[in-house]
C-alpha cells in the first residue's frame, strides 16, 4: 500500500503519535509513510508560535520543507493563542503558506489533551475534575467533548474550511486517548497493571503536566493511523505491548467523531 509524505508540526503532546505513526505504519503495510517532525514543547509548538518566531531554526525548516514540494498530508495541534481575536491565525499562514508549492496538501488537526491532571504543585493549575466544574460542566469529558466540537470545529476549522474551500481539512481526536484510559484507569477496567503516574511503560502519565504513558500512545497513535489511512483497527495485529484491547478503544473513539472532521 501507497504511504504519504507528511510534514507533522507540534509539541510533545503531540510528538510521541507522529513518532510512533511511522512504526504503526509500516506495520499496517504503507512501507513508502514518509514524516518529517518538527518539535517544540509546550505553546512554542502551536501552529501560531512556529510562524510568529520567524527567525526560529523550526520556523525555517517547515519553509523549507514545504518549499519542496510534495508534501501530501500536513498536521498541526489544535493550540491557538485564547488571547487572540483570531483563532485559527496560525493555521492559516501555514496552510496558506503550504498551497504555494503544495496545492493537492491535505491539512489534518490533532486534538490533544487538557494538561494537568491533577493540578499543579504550585496551586495555580486545578485539577481535571475543578477545572470542568469552574467552567460549568459535569466532568471533564463533558468539557472535552464540548471543546472538540463547539471550539476546535466551530471556531477554527469550521472558518478554515471557508477561507481555504478547496483544501480538505480534517481533525484527529487524539486527546480522547488520554481521557477514556485514565477514567478506565480509575473504574479498575484495564487488563494491565497500570498507574495514573509513573514510568512511561506502565502508567497514564508520567508528570504533573500529563505527558503521555506507552499505553496512551499506542491508542492514540492507531487513531492517527485509521484517521490518516482509513485502516481497519478490527482487523489490525499490530501487538501494542499491553493486555487491554487498545484496538477497541481506539476503535470507539473513533466512531464517536463527527464524521463531518473525518
Given at each position: 500500500?501507497?504511504g504519504?509524505?507528511m510534514?507533522?508540526i507540534?509539541?510533545?503532546?503531540f510528538?510521541?503519535?507522529?513518532?510512533?505513526?511511522?512504526?504503526?505504519a509500516?506495520d499496517?503495510?504503507?512501507?513508502?509513510?514518509?514524516?518529517?517532525?518538527?518539535n517544540?514543547g509546550g505553546?512554542n509548538?502551536?501552529?501560531i508560535?512556529?510562524?510568529?518566531?520567524?527567525?526560529?531554526?523550526?520556523?525555517?525548516?517547515?519553509?523549507?520543507?514545504?518549499?519542496g514540494?510534495?508534501?501530501?498530508?500536513?498536521?498541526?495541534?489544535?493550540?491557538?493563542d485564547?488571547?487572540?481575536?483570531?483563532?485559527?491565525?496560525?493555521?492559516s499562514?501555514?496552510i496558506?503558506?503550504?498551497l504555494q508549492?503544495?496545492?493537492?496538501?491535505?491539512?489534518?488537526i490533532?486534538?490533544?489533551?487538557?494538561?494537568?491532571?491533577?493540578?499543579?504543585s504550585?496551586?495555580?493549575r486545578?485539577?481535571?475534575?475543578?477545572?470542568?466544574?469552574?467552567?460549568?460542566?459535569?466532568?471533564?469529558?463533558?468539557?472535552?467533548?464540548?471543546?472538540?466540537?463547539e471550539?476546535?470545529?466551530?471556531?477554527?476549522?469550521?472558518?478554515?474550511?471557508?477561507?481555504?474551500?478547496?483544501?480538505?481539512i480534517?481533525?484527529?481526536?487524539?486527546?480522547?486517548?488520554?481521557?477514556?484510559?485514565?477514567?478506565m484507569?480509575l473504574?479498575?477496567?484495564?487488563?494491565?497493571?497500570?498507574?495514573?503516574?509513573?514510568?512511561?511503560?506502565?502508567s497514564i502519565?508520567?508528570?504533573?503536566?500529563?505527558?503521555?504513558?506507552q499505553?496512551v500512545?499506542?491508542t492514540?497513535?492507531?487513531?492517527?493511523?485509521?484517521?490518516?489511512?482509513?485502516?481497519?483497527?478490527?482487523s489490525?495485529?499490530?501487538?501494542?505491548?499491553?493486555?487491554?484491547?487498545?484496538h477497541s478503544?481506539?476503535?470507539?473513539?473513533?466512531?464517536?467523531?463527527?464524521?463531518?472532521?473525518?
Amino acid at each position: 500500500m501507497s504511504g504519504s509524505t507528511m510534514l507533522l508540526i507540534g509539541n510533545s503532546f503531540f510528538k510521541p503519535y507522529a513518532n510512533n505513526l511511522e512504526n504503526v505504519a509500516l506495520d499496517a503495510g504503507f512501507s513508502n509513510h514518509n514524516a518529517n517532525v518538527v518539535n517544540r514543547g509546550g505553546e512554542n509548538g502551536r501552529p501560531i508560535n512556529f510562524w510568529n518566531d520567524s527567525n526560529s531554526a523550526e520556523h525555517q525548516e517547515i519553509k523549507a520543507i514545504l518549499d519542496g514540494g510534495g508534501i501530501e498530508i500536513f498536521g498541526m495541534t489544535s493550540g491557538y493563542d485564547i488571547d487572540s481575536d483570531n483563532p485559527t491565525e496560525g493555521h492559516s499562514a501555514w496552510i496558506q503558506y503550504a498551497l504555494q508549492n503544495n496545492p493537492n496538501i491535505i491539512i489534518f488537526i490533532a486534538i490533544g489533551s487538557f494538561d494537568f491532571p491533577n493540578g499543579d504543585s504550585n496551586g495555580t493549575r486545578p485539577d481535571w475534575d475543578t477545572f470542568a466544574s469552574d467552567n460549568g460542566f459535569n466532568s471533564i469529558q463533558e468539557f472535552y467533548d464540548y471543546y472538540i466540537n463547539e471550539v476546535i470545529h466551530k471556531e477554527i476549522v469550521d472558518k478554515l474550511r471557508l477561507e481555504f474551500p478547496s483544501t480538505k481539512i480534517f481533525t484527529i481526536p487524539t486527546g480522547w486517548a488520554t481521557k477514556n484510559l485514565a477514567q478506565m484507569n480509575l473504574d479498575n477496567e484495564l487488563l494491565d497493571d497500570i498507574s495514573m503516574v509513573g514510568p512511561k511503560s506502565s502508567s497514564i502519565f508520567t508528570d504533573e503536566k500529563g505527558h503521555q504513558g506507552q499505553i496512551v500512545i499506542e491508542t492514540g497513535t492507531m487513531i492517527w493511523l485509521n484517521s490518516i489511512y482509513n485502516v481497519d483497527l478490527s482487523s489490525f495485529n499490530y501487538n501494542t505491548g499491553f493486555t487491554t484491547d487498545l484496538h477497541s478503544i481506539a476503535n470507539e473513539i473513533i466512531s464517536n467523531h463527527d464524521s463531518n472532521y473525518k
